[in-house]
């Protein structure tokens, strides 16, 4: 949510669902602490995103430390929730 991004993430197109990572390493260690995993880094979490991509949650992006939601994503748009 933005409430607790604290600048890690900014909406590129939101109504697209295309976001940057702003805070990359920041981004790594919040999600860690959600996995339970002190050792997490930002190219650990990036294999994690690649995952993402076969199964639909997230879609290719061509551009470094851009992702976009896709077609399995839920909960990212407001007026959706």
Avoid at 11 to 22: A, H, L, P, S, T
Avoid at 35 to 60: C, H, P, Q
Wanted: glycine fraction near 8%; hydrophobic fraction near 30%; charge should be positive.
């Amino acid at each position: 949510s933005p409430e607790e991004n604290c600048g890690i993430l900014e909406w590129e197109d939101r109504e697209q669902g295309i976001f940057r990572v702003v805070k990359s390493e920041a981004l790594a260690k919040m999600w860690g602490q959600r996995k339970k995993n002190d050792r997490m880094t930002y190219e650990k979490l990036s294999r994690a995103l690649r995952y993402y991509y076969k199964t639909g949650i997230l879609e290719r992006v061509d551009r470094r430390l851009v992702y976009k939601f896709g077609k399995n994503a839920h909960g990212w748009q407001e007026d959706k929730l």
